[in-house]
């Protein structure tokens, strides 16, 4: 549990320069469920695998909010501290709509939770937040996709994944990028579901065979003059049928796509310019932090 | 000027001194000139404006509201806009009345906001530099933001609403009446003009033409009459100097001084203060009794 003398508060540097508790918090986001977000020239979608800490005893848990009728959330990571940042934004939303009649610009209010986020990273009686978040929107300059960190970091994307083997998703979307663009919104909403099964897995805790089902996936999607939509239970049945189906059409092909996703998956770091966190490539720094986080970081992914 | 006698001189000593300052030698932090001769407009009904000044001149008698500023000092007097083809015109003089002494002749009454909106003011002046720091600070924030968002006109006017609404409901009113134009950039059908007013107790609403004050009965029947939303430039220049010269003719606090400003697809624009041709010598001003027999 206790891996070093450094890692009990948040504004304690380790002699290496680290600091340890913002990099466990991130570590809490890719334990989370997998989120994937892709937007293009005129929507953005959001598609998010729910877990549930038992398939059949219990339900599935909440993981994507709407935050206002021009943006939406999905949350990786402790769901419980993602409902503390949705009522702030929500909160951000509402009162920008007061004063000034218009939505608030997502740029903006990604920025400002990003500061919430940060501003727990440097106060000794505070945590950090254990939640990433990828963010949609759409304002007057466009729709928009963004990423929070509990570092406080964020950045913004055409389409990213995050969460537990979000890495088989973002591979999927490095695959796809180019297709993004001149696609229509219900060929957006399958890519996104398409690069989420990349990252189901084989897990026996939340799905039987890594399959998206109807229960366990949710999709928001919002673009211009369409508000903020979110998509669950039967709703999403007909995309995840279809995807399934075209699925079964091309077996051939969906075999090897699902080979190349373990390989790359399998191999770490190689996929190359992601968004690099500093916990990202724990294994450089090995001999100097202290071989146990090696092992300690791996384990968890496994139970998750 | 204010009869002091009617008032224990513990309680208050102007118009502007709240009971709860000591006015002691040491403690009044303005000096003499807050206590005692301040220079109130005479007559405070004669200040055009919606709501009269309450009856005491803001003076507070003991659990009475604290009225902070119930009477305008110096004041600008009205404001016009109208909608043209490509976007918005805004007029007004450079008028800041002392009561009714014309007392400064360059104040500028139309500030630019941001390249898409420019606000008017009449009313109180300090009022309106007081706002014109909140305007600033938002562009500032937008600045920073640097996202490529910028406020449109009516997000401006929302705010402004809120701003003076929120005052008044602290008995603290800002005594202006604003006029917020632009152009609206954002939309998919290009680019739309706006004209919000704004009074001062948080009232408000949007036309193709608006005027506050003096100018709500002279110039907005030529407005009704003559604006169009797609009238070209020149002919909205012209409209306006006719509204101005109407308004210079027969408003007593207004001076031959005028400021016009444009804001269409290019930017804002606002003019150097220039003067109208006016024409005096008509021969009913000769002999200006000679059809008001029987009076003195």
């Given at each position: 549990m206790f891996r070093n003398q450094y890692d009990t508060d948040v504004t304690t540097w380790s002699p290496q320069g680290r600091i340890f508790q913002v990099e466990y918090a991130m570590e809490a986001v890719k334990q989370g469920g997998c989120a994937v977000g892709i937007r293009n020239k005129t929507h953005a979608v959001l598609a998010a695998l729910k877990l549930s800490q038992d398939a059949d005893l219990s339900s599935y848990q909440k993981k994507v909010f709407k935050i206002d009728n021009h943006v939406g959330i999905a949350v990786s990571g402790l769901i419980a501290d993602g409902r503390i940042l949705c009522r702030y934004m929500r909160n951000e939303c509402l009162n920008h709509k007061f004063v000034y009649e218009s939505p608030l610009p997502v740029a903006r209010l990604v920025r400002d939770v990003a500061d919430r986020h940060q501003v727990a990273t440097a106060r000794s009686w505070k945590r950090p937040f254990g939640v990433g978040l990828l963010c949609i929107g759409h304002d007057q300059t466009g729709p928009h996709l963004f990423q929070t960190c509990p570092s406080g970091n964020y950045w913004e994307y055409y389409a990213i994944a995050m969460g537990a083997r979000s890495q088989a998703s973002k591979t999927y979307l490095e695959k796809k990028l180019d297709d993004f663009e001149k696609c229509d919104l219900d060929e957006l909403v399958k890519h996104a579901l398409r690069a989420l099964e990349e990252s189901c897995g084989t897990r026996k805790a939340d799905d039987k065979d890594g399959k998206l089902t109807k229960q366990n996936c949710t999709v928001a999607l919002v673009g211009e003059g369409k508000p903020l939509l979110v998509l669950d239970g039967d709703d999403i049945a007909e995309y995840v049928d279809a995807i399934h189906s075209e699925q079964e059409e091309a077996t051939g092909a969906a075999a090897a796509e699902a080979e190349m996703s373990i390989d790359t998956s399998q191999g770490g770091d190689g996929a190359g310019d992601l968004p690099s966190v500093p916990t990202q490539a724990p294994t450089t720094e090995t001999g100097a932090a202290g071989g146990d986080g090696q092992a300690e970081e791996q384990q968890p992914m496994e139970e998750g | 000027m204010i009869p002091h006698c009617q008032l224990p001189s513990h309680i208050a000593t102007g118009p502007h001194v709240s009971p709860f300052v000591s006015h002691n030698e040491a403690g009044?932090?303005?000096?003499d000139h807050r206590s005692e001769d301040v220079h109130v407009p005479a007559n405070p009904a004669s200040v055009p404006f919606a709501v009269a000044p309450s009856t005491d001149k803001g003076e507070v008698a003991m659990g009475e509201p604290r009225k902070h500023t119930t009477t305008p000092y110096v004041t600008g007097n009205s404001v016009l806009a109208i909608k043209y083809k490509d976007g918005v015109l805004m007029a007004c003089d450079m008028l800041g009345a002392y009561g009714s002494t014309k007392r400064y002749k360059s104040v500028q009454r139309i500030i630019r906001v941001n390249d898409t909106t420019i606000v008017g003011a009449s009313g109180e002046i300090s009022d309106f530099q007081y706002i014109s720091n909140l305007l600033e600070e938002l562009m500032t924030q937008d600045f920073c933001y640097d996202d490529g968002c910028t406020m449109t006109p009516s997000e401006i006017h929302a705010y402004l609403c809120r701003v003076m609404y929120n005052r008044r409901n602290k008995m603290d009113p800002l005594w202006n009446s604003l006029v917020v134009a632009g152009v609206d950039k954002n939309g998919k059908e290009g680019n739309k003009s706006f004209i919000g007013s704004v009074g001062m107790l948080g009232t408000s609403y949007t036309d193709s033409h608006v005027a506050t004050s003096f100018g709500n009965y002279l110039s907005r029947p030529l407005f009704r009459e003559f604006q169009r939303d797609d009238m070209s430039l020149e002919e909205a220049v012209s409209l306006m100097q006719e509204a101005l010269r109407v308004l210079f003719y027969r408003d007593k606090t207004s001076i031959n001084k005028f400021v016009l400003a444009k804001v269409d697809g290019e930017g804002v624009a606002i003019s150097k203060p220039f003067a109208l041709d006016t024409k005096w010598d008509f021969k009913a001003f000769m002999n200006p009794s000679k059809h008001a027999v029987g009076s003195w």
């Open positions: - | 009044a932090p303005y000096g």
